[in-house]
């Protein structure tokens, strides 16, 4: 009797699994997506835009009538961005990019004010940067890489982004970021190796960025979100944490403030 029940209620669990479950996906909101730097260069660039539905085809517009202001706090000076393409930048003023000092980004839209602060960080600089022929490593195979070294500057805390050009080609994919604090590193002299394949006649160029280590938060938020967690217990993808406040509904993106050192070379 048990051999003949226990397929007829093995059959029965799985034809029920197959009832089908709507799934309740909440309508977008338009929220609004601010990336924006300034950097000790002195270039201040802000994109605005906002989301767009899930099962949506539209993709996401920029926001072109918002008032953004730059200030610098200890002085109150403040600097108006204009819109330019797709983008606010700053084509004059009074504020210039000065380590240690914290700036304030105010963003107006739609009678909504938002702000977010942000300190310049002092540059690290990349001492060198060559090419050498390497062994195969994951998916990479044997062939040329790109090395890079700088020393890290002791007791604080810093955060870093690596940018990679390549024949004027930035590896952006989400999955092409470098970045990381320092804890693991503190004030010492690290030798790198950039993931990317490389060929002799190669123009490269990297950009080492030094930021606010609180950054590291949010870029790590974008990549959970991007590729998943780890296991069915992950919870669901939400907003990556922004630091811009002020406004009724949350806001994702982030205003950061780094400092930049650059070097390149063609690969032997």
Known sequence: MIRRLLPIGISYLLTACLHPIDVDVLADTGELVIEAYYNDLDSAVVKISRTAPYFGEAR???VQDAEVVLEELSTGQRDTLRWQDSC???VGGTIRPTT???YRLWVRVEGELLYATSKLPPKVTLDTLFALWRP??????EGLRLIGAARDPGSQANAYRVR???NDTLQNRLQDWIYSDDRYIDGNFIVFEFPFEIQSGDTVAVELMTLPVEVVRFYDQLVRNAFGGSGGFTPPPD???SNFTGGKRRVWGYFVTYASDKRGLRVP
Do not use: I
């Open 164 to 166: 990679f050009w390549r």
């Open 100 to 102: 240690g000092q914290t």
């Open 136 to 141: 195969a490593q994951g998916p990479l195979p």
């Open 239 to 241: 907003n990556a944490y």
């Open 60 to 62: 996401p517009s920029w």
């Open 88 to 90: 606010y930048v700053r």
